[in-house]
């Protein structure tokens, strides 16, 4: 049932309710569903449930987020960032790859509406220039940047104070308990051990249990013992049916894993394939030549353009450009020449064609900077005028070639595959990637040359060429005054050339590795790599603008392959073989590309053989040994172990998560109605019902609670979010007092403009009473909890229950003025004592419960370390029998044996001391706990407050 504005009425008594309602701060789902409704995004239970068990305790360490591959970690970790934001904890910083940082900058903004700033060593030295001594405490938003900057920094991180830290791919850390393990790893977990953490991987465990133990030490230290006590209770001999059982339940407070099979199970996502196809080409010979030429002279050690020392970074950009076309050799030849014409040798800042090179550079952690040689050594003027005339020959022969086999190739194939994808029924749309934006320019020019003109959008770095700027001022000029604009330029162009690229006026969106970063098009099901990467994680990165949640058909990956290059087609078959990428179901690489921890030292790898083989034979054993060094799938006892360990095999979890879906649903239909009727008290003069009871318009613009038809009717997102609309609203209602008078209502719940009635409101008709609403919070150690008491009798002495008197004050109103604060309104205030008595309880009850989880964690770690002094103890006892074998060799000499005497004899003293501290370190230890303890304890130690909000005399009718 839907009613006119005029007709359904609200009071500012009214709308200072709603306020309250919407904006409480308590660490329940209630409070979480401010931060759902805001969010741009179809939501999936199982992803309400990961955010849920990040948030579900305000004192522990952190949790890990395990959830597997293509089940949006990314939504989960931005929901926990939103409630965060929203509980005005500000302080966030994320870790993520190089790679992935515009992505997050991107999925932040245009999902959660959040803010970010992504912090690297340019925009570092700038706030340290403009005074700032601490640059990452000086910027706005959500603090984005690398695991190599965050590392290298890392006392400015320790200095700073943050209410969460992100870590994304965090199997990046996972060997961080080892003695060698990553320097990176141990500098982040020292860094930032107080802050509440939140780690992403969906491969927590890909070699060895230890790995558990090892990411689970970057949340909380006194989790587990040390890793000689996990080695002895957990594996080997202590891996017991019983020992994991035990593992679990020590996991269960601090690690979440759903599988895909489970969320399919549920119907809550249809998994779609990946279908690969090859387009082969043979180039003719002056391809050929061009790039055998630039190949052998980049592989000698005598040039003055790379020296005898050439960083790798440095080659592995020109490679690139080989590999991708000759329009874009062309291009670095001519850059190459200018320098050295200018005494200058090459560096990876000679040219913006390779878009992701900054990105690169910073994850290879700076080391290898854009500087070849440190040495200044004088160039020899007969050597530059030989090399000279020597690239001025590639360059003429570069110029010669007027046409790409390879673009050629694709000229002549598009047209079938486009067709293919037509009759399954999907979009007539292709997506050509490209590492260099010379070819991207190239493409364009030959597409549109084929019978494409009109139909073509790009997508890179800049996106300064004329077409995308025209595109760029229409879209700004079309959602003028919408927020879909965010005011951030690179988020803007990528939405505006998106849009486009939707349309139907286009069919194919030709993108650099960087333009794509942070990109959705699950509306396209065809992509085309027409260079591929060396780094397996960009190409699934690629792969993943098109193969994701809401794609509705197969998505078929064409790649463009070089019969006459054999590196080429090595690469390709390590990319299709061993890491999976190009077929399959959704995800299906994710357990090879886990065991990469930086893509760029893959690609290293593959730069090293490309350098140093000559011939097709060197090149295929070198490839032959790199593909040995890969796993081609987790071993079936670590698959057995992270089976037993970290996935919940209980029957209810598909039936939890259908229920979850309809209380989701529930929640987010009762808080969209609460900002609606908070429009409706709040501006009066709105004009309601403009899309059935979803929207109204206010002062020319028109407003939704749903973020969907906001996007397809461009009206504005009504949600509580900084500098929304809803927000300003809300905060002025809150900000009224409505204490010093009561207010006289009389409530028409024939009128409530929703469908559904109010049945036990209308069963009041004819009655009148009083009601006193206030608010009961406690704040425990920055936590805040809030809850709203209603107190509501009749004029006869009824007491109205709780979720009535809320009904009740749904209902349209009218207001009969204010009065004087109501006689008889001692059965309201020992109602409201009541109430406040049981919400006191319920924080106690929760407290205690808080008290206890933490109390049974560091009882567990106390029993760990007497075990890591047991197996501390085991390992020396151990070390000291081999050692007296080894001395009773007769192949030894004296002086030998002599050594590992006094070396038996050290190890026996060690053993001797910690027998001895055994009993010392136990009381430290349990002191410690208590001490711990006492501490968490006097936290929880707060009275609840109460503070009255208004009282009304009412009366229905």
């Known amino acids: 049932m839907t009613t006119s504005a005029a007709a359904a009425q609200y009071t500012p008594v009214q709308g200072h309710f709603f306020a309250h309602s919407l904006m409480l701060e308590s660490i329940d789902e209630e409070s979480f569903t401010r931060s759902l409704s805001a969010a741009r995004v179809d939501m999936n239970p199982h992803q309400v449930e990961a955010s849920l068990f990040a948030l579900k305790s305000p004192f522990g360490k952190g949790v890990l987020l395990a959830d597997e591959v293509g089940l949006g970690k990314t939504i989960e970790a931005g929901l926990v960032m939103a409630q965060k934001w929203a509980e005005q904890k500000r302080r966030i910083l994320l870790i993520a790859p190089a790679s992935l940082r515009k992505q997050w900058e991107q999925e932040l903004i245009e999902k959660f509406g959040l803010s970010s700033t992504i912090m690297e060593a340019g925009r570092y030295r700038e706030l340290k220039k403009a005074g700032h001594k601490q ?152 391809e050929v030549k061009l790039y055998n030429a630039v190949s052998s002279f980049l592989q000698r050690k005598d040039t003055v353009s790379y020296g005898d020392r050439a960083n ?175 005011n951030s330029r690179t988020a803007d162009m990528k939405a505006a050339i998106v849009d486009a690229f939707k349309s139907d006026e286009k069919t194919i969106l030709i993108a650099t590795e960087s333009g794509a970063e942070g990109i959705n098009l699950q509306f396209c099901s065809l992509l085309i790599n027409f260079d591929l990467p060396w780094n397996p994680q960009r190409v699934e990165q690629r792969i993943g603008r098109c193969h994701r949640y809401g794609q509705k058909i197969d998505v078929t990956v064409v790649n463009m392959l070089n019969l006459k290059n054999q590196a080429e087609f090595r690469i390709h078959q390590l990319l299709q073989n061993k890491f999976k990428l190009f077929e399959g179901v959704f995800g299906s690489s994710d357990e090879v590309l886990g065991t990469i921890e930086r893509g760029v030292d893959f690609e290293k790898k593959v730069l090293d053989i490309v350098q140093e083989c000559r011939t097709p034979e060197d090149i295929n054993e070198a490839f032959d040994a790199l593909q040995a060094e890969l796993q081609d799938t987790i071993s079936a006892e670590v698959a057995s172990a992270r089976a037993k360990v970290l996935e919940q095999f209980d029957a209810d979890v598909v039936s939890r998560l259908n229920t979850r879906k309809n209380s989701l649903t529930q929640a987010l239909d009762d808080f969209s109605r609460r900002l609606l009727l908070l429009a409706r008290a709040e501006l009066p003069s709105a004009e309601f019902d403009i899309d059935g009871d979803h929207a109204f318009r206010h002062e020319g613009e028109i407003f939704t609670p749903h973020w969907q038809i906001a996007g397809e009717k461009d009206w504005q997102f009504f949600r509580l979010t900084d500098e929304n609309a809803a927000k300003v609203t809300a905060d002025k209602a809150l900000s009224r007092d409505h ?30 009473g009083l009601l006193r609403v206030s608010k009961a919070s ?93 197996a501390q103890i085991d390992e020396l006892d151990d070390e000291v029998r081999q050692l007296r074998k080894d001395r009773r060799s007769p192949d030894i000499s004296m002086e030998e044996k002599l050594s590992l005497g006094r070396k038996i004899k050290k190890v026996e003293d060690e053993i001797d001391d910690l027998k001895f501290s055994k009993h010392e370190r136990r009381k430290a230890i349990r002191k410690k706990i208590n001490e711990m303890l006492d501490e968490f304890s006097e936290s929880l130690n707060r009275k609840p407050e109460l503070k009255h909000l208004f009282s009304i005399r009412w009366s229905v009718e």
């Open 312 to 486: 790798q970074l440095v080659i592995l950009q020109i490679r690139k450009i080989l590999g991708s076309s000759t329009f874009a050799v062309t291009r670095y030849l001519e850059t190459l020449i200018a320098r050295l014409e200018k005494m200058q040798t090459a560096d990876t800042a000679m040219t913006d064609d390779i878009d992701t090179m900054e990105e690169i550079v910073e994850e290879a952690g700076g080391d290898e900077g854009a500087d070849v040689d440190d040495d200044e050594t004088p160039i020899d003027p007969l050597k530059l005028a030989t090399e000279l005339v020597e690239l001025r020959g590639f360059l003429g022969l570069a110029r010669s070639i007027g046409a790409n086999a390879k673009g050629e190739k694709l000229i002549d194939q598009l047209p079938v595959v486009l067709d293919g994808i037509v009759a399954k029924k999907g979009a007539r749309k292709a997506v050509i990637f490209t590492e260099s934006v010379r070819t991207q320019t190239y493409l364009a020019e030959l597409l549109s040359a084929n019978g494409y003109a009109g139909q073509i959008v790009l997508m890179n770095g800049s996106n300064n060429d004329p077409s995308s700027q025209e595109i760029y001022k229409n879209w700004k000029a079309q959602h003028a005054g919408s927020d879909r604009v965010s």
């Open 135 to 286: 640059p990452f405490q000086a910027v706005k938003g959500v603090v984005i940047t690398s695991y190599e900057f965050a590392a290298m920094k890392k006392d400015d991180l320790r200095m700073a104070r943050w209410d969460l830290v992100v870590f994304d791919e965090a199997h990046r850390l996972r060997n961080v308990y080892k003695k060698n393990g990553s320097q990176r790893a141990k500098d982040l977990r020292d860094a930032l051990k107080d802050p509440f953490k939140v780690l992403l991987t969906a491969t927590p465990l890909q070699n060895s249990l230890l790995e558990l133990y090892g990411i689970v030490s970057i949340i909380d230290e006194n989790h587990f013992g040390g890793d000689a006590a996990f080695k002895k209770l957990y594996t080997g001999a202590g891996a017991t049916p019983a020992s994991t059982e035990a593992l679990r339940d020590r996991l269960k407070p601090i690690c979440h894993r759903t599988l895909r099979r489970q969320v399919q199970e549920a119907g809550h996502i249809n998994f779609t394939k990946r279908n690969a196809v090859v387009f082969d080409f043979e180039p003719p010979d002056l």
């Open 739 to 768: 204490t010093a008078q009561a207010s006289a209502l009389t409530f028409k719940p024939r009128l409530f403009p929703f469908d559904g009635q109010l049945a036990d409101v209308q069963a009041l008709v004819g009655t009148s």
């Open 778 to 870: 406690v704040n425990t150690s920055g936590n805040l909890r809030e809850d709203l008491l209603l107190s509501c009798i009749t004029n006869d002495g009824r007491i109205i229950p709780v979720d009535t008197a809320k009904r009740l004050l749904t209902a349209p109103a009218r207001d009969d003025g204010s009065i004087a604060m109501p006689s008889g309104a001692a059965p309201l205030m020992k109602t409201e004592e009541t109430l406040f008595a049981e919400f006191g309880e319920a924080v106690k009850k929760q407290n205690f419960q808080w008290l206890e989880e933490e109390e049974a964690r560091l009882d567990n770690y106390s029993k760990d370390m007497e075990v890591e002094i047991e």
